[in-house]
């Protein structure tokens, strides 16, 4: 079977989707599935490990519109799966896919989450009516990476067919867990964005009682970027942005932490945390994401989004003893093989594609 995978963005600084997505798409290669993966144009793309039945093309939207007269008119793809919406690159794919009849897939990417919905929402509910609400409801299926998701895409669209499978981690790449629990220090790693909650954190870790020190790294819009460590800077606290961080620098810095925390507005899944997880670091964050995981595993804390939550639970966290925060980040590495190796949800996205294949 041959499958067109198509997300907008492969760029280093286009978040989690940048890396799972091309994650999964490898591990659906090696059970012989080919797949295609296509975005546009990036100056910095990430690091992408291609195989004989796994290739990457970068594509801007003149030769996009070329390569789906061509290709997809000619019928080289079985199926197509579309990793997000709203963008005009995906729409453009999904247009050719009505036109010639193709079956396809959409993973939202948690783009239809309510604090996503509640941003610009005239804008939306015009793209909506125009075009994007027609392509949900004429899509084989709708994917989506855990319960919540499922919920809130329920309320914006009824859909026959709604499947549930998480996000993975390719654990041959995770490097050695994390030995030392007492450096005193949390960590948040994420994309520099509005949505995931980086003033609350500022303004709860001004609250606190520590001689903790709070860093934090990620990528984003510049002028954002600017405004935060503004912020920072007239906090007066121990807190520092040490920009962005990639590959083993990453994993360095996730592990210098006794604590992770991304205390976002919404996350349909939130690949750091398990990132954070697989190393042996527990991890703070919100009932935004669906990380129940953590309350119910004793690797973390899952709580309701607000300053002073943040503050106290970061407390709480902060006076875990490091004999404590050791057997947390077990727990954490445990939950991470048992439930999201990337061998494991690339077996259930095939069969999905299998699924539809059979179906149409």
């Avoid at 059970?31 to 990036?42: M, V, W, Y």
């Avoid at 629990?181 to 980086?198: A, E």
């Avoid at 595993?297 to 003893?321: E, F, H, V, Y």
């Avoid at 991470?336 to 190796?341: A, E, F, G, K, P």
């Amino acid at each position: 079977m041959k499958i067109l995978n198509v997300i907008a963005s492969l760029d280093k600084s286009a978040g989690g989707p940048s890396r799972s997505v091309p994650t999964t798409c490898n591990g659906i290669s090696h059970l012989g599935t080919h797949i295609t993966l296509l975005s546009n144009k990036s100056d910095n793309p990430v690091k992408i490990s291609k195989n004989k039945n796994f290739e990457v093309i970068f594509l801007g939207y003149t030769q996009l519109i070329i390569f789906c007269l061509f290709k997809l008119k000619n019928n080289k793809f079985d199926l197509i799966h579309l990793q997000h919406i709203w963008h005009p690159y995906t729409a453009i794919v999904t247009f050719f896919s009505k036109l010639y009849n193709i079956p396809y897939l959409i993973t939202p990417r948690g783009m239809l989450e309510p604090w996503i919905m509640n941003k610009n929402p005239i804008k939306k509910k015009i793209a909506l009516f125009l075009y994007q609400k027609n392509d949900l409801k004429r899509a084989n299926c709708i994917h989506a990476t855990c319960e919540l998701e499922k919920n809130n895409i329920q309320k914006v669209i009824s859909h026959d067919s709604i499947k549930i499978v998480p996000n993975g981690l390719d654990l041959s790449k995770v490097p050695s867990e994390k030995q030392s629990y007492n450096n005193k220090k949390v960590v948040f790693l994420s994309r520099i964005h509005q949505k995931k909650g980086i003033e609350l954190l500022i303004e709860a870790w001004k609250k606190i009682d520590t001689d903790w020190k709070l860093e934090i790294a990620g990528d984003g819009e510049a002028n954002y970027i600017k405004s935060i460590t503004e912020k920072i800077n007239n906090s007066n606290s121990n807190i520092e942005y040490v920009g962005a961080v990639y590959g083993t620098e990453k994993w360095d810095f996730i592990k210098s932490s006794d604590i992770f925390i991304l205390p976002t507005y919404s996350e349909n899944f939130g690949i750091v945390v398990a990132e954070a997880l697989s190393v042996g670091v527990p991890v703070i964050t919100t009932k935004g994401t669906p990380w129940n995981d953590l309350n119910v595993n004793k690797c973390g804390w899952w709580i309701d989004l607000s300053i002073d939550n943040l503050a106290d639970t970061l407390q709480q966290a902060i006076n875990t003893s490091p004999d404590e925060l050791r057997e947390m980040g077990k727990n954490g590495i445990k939950l991470i093989t048992s439930n999201y190796d990337i061998k494991q949800i690339s077996k259930r996205i095939n069969t999905l594609y299998f699924q539809i294949q059979n179906e149409n």
